[in-house]
Structure formats: structure tokens, C-alpha cells
């Protein structure tokens, strides 16, 4: 019972991610103060990946209707990754997995960005309490603990361990974050486990902006 309701909070941060990500990438397009604001203003597309060749990546949405977009050394490949590991490519990606699409153009035949969209690490040993999620953004950091502003409190303090997983999103070959590189304002998800002092992570995903 305990793995069947992790894997719910799993695939319902994922999904989560999916649209924070579409809302975040729309609202630095249209925002006049926004990081792309000489990008038209196209709706994101998520899918499976199928096939991916070094001109092209073919999906599949949730309509099951297969779509192919061209690829160039222009697009960006974005994954997220460990403070240790290297952004990957198209090339090491595998089949199934859950992606994100930003168009170039309005006709949706070419891609911009390529988001891959992983499920939240959650540690494979029984939780010493229930299994919680939380989102928000970043007020301040210490060696043992993140402060977030979240939708339902003012702030809201999450303890960290020397396990808890720290992941960012960043550009294919790009070097993961840790959190001395987390800007205050960054959106932060985060998976761990509910305690009598208050929640411990044991995942921390930063959803830093992409440029």
C-alpha cells in the first residue's frame, strides 16, 4: 500500500511539473519582462517519445495521434539531472519516456525545446512517515534546510538530510545545480515524508528558467 500511494504522488508531481513548466515557459514569452520575449506565444505539447533521429523526434500525445517535429543543432534539449551528472541528449533518451515540446513556429513542424519530464525520486526504503509533496518557490536555503512560499502558507520549512537528492533542469551538456546555485524566486518541487517537526525531503527538483 505504501509503493501504490508513492507512485500516486509520483505521477501526480509529474504531472504537475508537466504544467508549471507550459505555464512558466508561456509566461516568459508573453511577459514583457519575460526571458523570450521575441518568441511567439505557441502552446507546449506533451507526449511519449517514439523515435528520435538527429533532423527529427516523433511522439506520442494523449490523443494517440503520432506527431513528428524536425530538430537542429538550435533546439534545446533540456533534462534534469543530479548535481553530479551531465545534462543528456536526444541520443540518451529512451523510448517512452515523457516529453515536452515547444514549437518553433505556428505551424508546429519544428521544435524549439525538448523537455524531458522525469517522475520525482522517491528513496526505496519504507518512509518513516507518510509520503508528502510540496511546491512553491525558494526563499532561502541552509546547509540542513529550504524555506519555500507555497500556495497554502506564508512559508513553509523542509529539512534536508545528506540523501536527499537534489536535481535541476539544465541544457544538454550542461552541468546539474546544486542548491549554492538555486536563486532565490526559483521554483522548487519537492518529495519526502511528513514528520511530527515537519516535513524532510527526500527529492528536491529546482525548475530554474531555461535562456
Known amino acids: 500500500?505504501?509503493?501504490?500511494?508513492?507512485?500516486?504522488?509520483?505521477?501526480?508531481?509529474?504531472?504537475?511539473?508537466?504544467?508549471?513548466?507550459?505555464?512558466r515557459t508561456y509566461h516568459d514569452q508573453a511577459s514583457?519582462?519575460?526571458?523570450?520575449?521575441?518568441?511567439?506565444?505557441?502552446?507546449?505539447?506533451?507526449?511519449?517519445?517514439?523515435?528520435?533521429?538527429p533532423n527529427s523526434i516523433t511522439i506520442t500525445p494523449q490523443n494517440g495521434q503520432q506527431r513528428t517535429f524536425s530538430v537542429s543543432?538550435?533546439?534545446?534539449?533540456?533534462?534534469?539531472?543530479?548535481?553530479?551528472?551531465?545534462?543528456?541528449?536526444?541520443?540518451?533518451?529512451?523510448?517512452?519516456?515523457?516529453v515536452l515540446i515547444q514549437p518553433a513556429d505556428a505551424n508546429a513542424t519544428a521544435a524549439k525545446r525538448v523537455t524531458i519530464m522525469p517522475a520525482p525520486v522517491i528513496s526505496n526504503q519504507d518512509?518513516?512517515?507518510?509520503?508528502?509533496?510540496?511546491?512553491?518557490?525558494?526563499?532561502?536555503?541552509?546547509?540542513?534546510?529550504?524555506?519555500?512560499?507555497?500556495?497554502?502558507?506564508?512559508?513553509?520549512?523542509?529539512?534536508?538530510?545528506?540523501?536527499t537528492v537534489i536535481l535541476s533542469n539544465v541544457l544538454a551538456g550542461q552541468k546539474g545545480k546544486t542548491l549554492d546555485d538555486a536563486q532565490v524566486g526559483i521554483y522548487v518541487q519537492i518529495v519526502g515524508i511528513a514528520g511530527t517537526k515537519g516535513p524532510t525531503a527526500r527529492s528536491l527538483q529546482l525548475l530554474q528558467p531555461i535562456q
Do not use: C, H, W
Not at 500500500?1 to 505555464?23: D, R
Not at 514583457?32 to 533521429?53: F, K
Open 1 to 23: 500500500m505504501k509503493n501504490y500511494y508513492s507512485l500516486l504522488i509520483v505521477l501526480a508531481i509529474a504531472l504537475v511539473a508537466v504544467a508549471v513548466f507550459a505555464y
Open 32 to 53: 514583457p519582462s519575460g526571458i523570450n520575449v521575441n518568441l511567439p506565444t505557441l502552446s507546449t505539447i506533451s507526449g511519449t517519445l517514439d523515435a528520435e533521429t
Open 73 to 98: 543543432t538550435s533546439t534545446q534539449v533540456v533534462t534534469q539531472v543530479a548535481a553530479d551528472e551531465v545534462g543528456k541528449s536526444l541520443a540518451e533518451i529512451s523510448e517512452g519516456t515523457q
Open 127 to 163: 518512509p518513516s512517515g507518510p509520503p508528502v509533496a510540496i511546491s512553491g518557490t525558494l526563499l532561502s536555503t541552509t546547509t540542513s534546510s529550504v524555506t519555500l512560499k507555497t500556495a497554502a502558507e506564508k512559508s513553509l520549512r523542509v529539512a534536508l538530510t545528506k540523501d
